[in-house]
């Protein structure tokens, strides 16, 4: 059996309930949004070995039941092009060999910000193997470049700062994609009553965010920035901000209900009529606010805040189930990217 040198653990959090999610883009310039952080967790494990003739870096991709070598020199973006350039963005030791594994409970293509999360953990894990450590904005900036620059593909800066930092956080792009992360500091109880009344309804399909990205992108056209609905889009996330520092779940679940609707009017492939089937369910049992996550479109999952009836929200699940729709549960997490 081959020695081990040392193990790597890290986990990262996927976001809910992103208000304000669409100005964050290189397109609206600048924008602000309101998430929450919560777990399933990505997690990562990074086995470190001495190196000897052989593979350098094994990938374990552990939902996909897939493994497999690279030379982390000569790396092709072919089978799992984020983890790929993940790990050929940082410096792997050239006296080590790697066995790294990668689990999440959460599915993929579920609007929650997953392939953020996972490569937040990943490069928070491989920064470990050398002295110099990344804060958490900066393992969240590479993680955003990773996708943006070395894959080509269209992201948001959210879902990587609301992966680092954790928390209930209001995210403030300045000029894209240079932002700050404020969390919200509210009551134990109230982040506890936020916990149980929240649930997320998983639709079942997966979908291609950054594909949906250019759908919006194109109907847009010049000067999207400056479009009504991506500033009306920048206010609910200010009023969500308010909403929950006010303590106010009634005012927050309202702001959800407007974010819906105002990604209705940016485009209607953004609200699929299965996401109108799940809230016209939702609204039956009395919730306060239903907001669908992410970019939208055709797949992926929804948040739904309950007036705090457990019953009631049991029932609520009971009868999405019935119709085909998973409950993934979620719970608040205080931390953003954590490595040991």
Not at 221 to 244: F, M, N, Q, S, T
Request: some cysteine; proline content about 5%.
């Amino acid at each position: 059996m081959e020695k081990i040198v040392k193990r790597i653990q890290s986990a990262a959090p996927i976001r809910v309930c992103d208000i304000g999610g669409w100005t964050d883009t290189w397109f609206a310039g600048h924008g602000a949004v309101f998430n929450i952080a919560v777990s399933p967790y990505v997690e990562v494990q990074v086995t470190v070995y001495p190196r000897e003739n052989g593979n350098r870096v094994t990938l374990v991709m552990e939902n996909f039941n897939d493994t497999y070598s690279l030379d982390p020199d000569n790396i092709v973006y072919d089978r799992h092009p984020l983890i790929e350039a993940a790990i050929g963005t940082m410096e792997i030791p050239g006296d080590c060999a790697l066995n790294i594994n990668i689990f999440s409970k959460a599915p993929s293509g579920a609007s929650v910000g997953t392939s953020a999360a996972v490569c937040v953990a990943l490069i928070g894990a491989l920064d470990a193997l050398t002295p110099g450590r990344l804060t958490p904005h900066e393992i969240a900036d590479l993680a955003h470049k990773v996708e943006t620059e070395k894959l080509g593909l269209q992201s948001g800066v959210q879902d990587q700062l609301a992966s680092a930092y954790g928390g209930i956080n209001f995210i403030h792009m300045h000029a894209f994609p240079h932002s700050s992360v404020t969390s919200l500091d509210v009551s134990r109880d109230f982040r506890w009553e936020l916990e149980r009344r929240l649930s997320l309804i998983y639709i079942g399909t997966p979908h291609s965010s950054s594909e949906v990205h250019k759908m919006v992108i194109a109907d847009l056209g010049e000067d999207a920035g400056k479009d009504p609905r991506i500033e009306e889009l920048r206010r609910l996330a200010v009023e969500a901000r308010d909403a929950v520092i006010s303590g106010s779940f009634e005012t927050l679940g309202q702001v959800m209900n407007r974010n819906t609707e105002a990604q209705r009017a940016l485009h209607p492939g953004l609200v699929c009529e299965k996401f109108e089937e799940v809230i016209e369910i939702a609204n039956s049992y009395n919730v306060l606010g239903c907001k669908v996550n992410g970019a939208g479109g055709d797949g992926g999952s929804i948040a739904i805040l309950g007036d705090g009836d457990a019953p009631k929200k049991r029932q609520m699940i009971r009868s999405l189930e019935e119709k085909g729709y998973s409950s993934i549960p979620v719970f608040l997490s205080p931390y953003g990217i954590r490595v040991w």
